[in-house]
T-cell receptor, first 108, second 117 residues
Framework: GEDVEQSLFLSVREGDSSVINCTYT??????LYWYKQEPGAGLQLLTY?????DMKQDQRLTVLLNKKDKHLSLRIADTQTGDSAIYFC????????FGAGTRLTVKP | ETGVTQTPRHLVMGMTNKKSLKCEQH?????MYWYKQSAKKPLELMFV???????ENNSVPSRFSPECPNSSHLFLHLHTLQPEDSALYLC????????????????FGSGTQLSVL
């Protein structure tokens, strides 16, 4: 099946930028999503990008898509302790595939 | 509040028990999903219902039995589970599902944390 891969952990200091990376294999992908999961909660949609775009910015969030390399990233500017969570990449191709999630830890 | 409510939040059951998970969505969506979330693994899609019809069953063991009586409610009936079935079970909904869907932004419930002893 098609795969979506993410590194499992990322640790940054408060105020720094965080970059969470995702690679995928499905070349028929149309929409790509970032979801956030806080402790004890379900996944919450943060942002998404259509495959004919290469960048989308939404306040502190910047999504970059390199369709040739099948690489998606999420940049969080001025990372805060409240950003600590698990971030999931999801790719809609023939079906929806999720990565295993990247646990972001923000240190004061 | 995402508009998707799951009950119970936590469930502990023995291997011989029968229990049910419930999901309700208040978003007017037409598609509902069951996902299994295990630590350090990608979310696993279990079942999809689109307009109350089951459209996906991703090789899920028969000890898991879904039911979708209407577009707003989804159940997952559990019986004779195994310890490896312990996980967080997430319900989600979207406006539509399948080829031709404009997108499938998913709205998730908070999940049921299941422990099988």
């Amino acid at each position: 099946g098609e795969d979506v891969e993410q590194s499992l952990f990322l640790s940054v200091r408060e105020g720094d930028s965080s970059v969470i990376n995702c690679t995928y294999t499905d070349s028929s992908s149309t929409y790509l999503y970032w979801y956030k999961q806080e402790p004890g909660a379900g996944l919450q949609l943060l942002t998404y990008i259509f495959s004919n775009m290469d960048m989308k910015q939404d306040q502190r969030l910047t999504v970059l898509l390199n369709k040739k390399d099948k690489h998606l990233s999420l940049r969080i500017a001025d990372t805060q302790t409240g950003d600590s969570a698990i971030y999931f990449c999801a790719v809609l191709g023939n079906d929806m595939r999720f990565g295993a999630g990247t646990r972001l830890t923000v240190k004061p | 509040e995402t508009g998707v409510t799951q009950t119970p939040r936590h469930l502990v059951m023995g291997m011989t028990n029968k229990k049910s998970l419930k999901c309700e969505q208040h978003l007017g969506h037409n598609a509902m999903y069951w996902y299994k979330q295990s630590a350090k693994k990608p979310l696993e899609l279990m079942f999809v219902y689109n307009f109350k019809e089951q459209t996906e069953n991703n090789s899920v063991p028969s000890r898991f039995s879904p039911e979708c009586p209407n577009s707003s409610h989804l159940f997952l009936h559990l019986h004779t589970l195994q310890p490896e079935d312990s996980a967080l079970y997430l319900c989600a909904s979207s406006q539509e599902y399948g080829r031709g869907a404009k997108d499938e932004k998913l709205f998730f419930g908070s999940g049921t944390q299941l422990s099988v002893l």
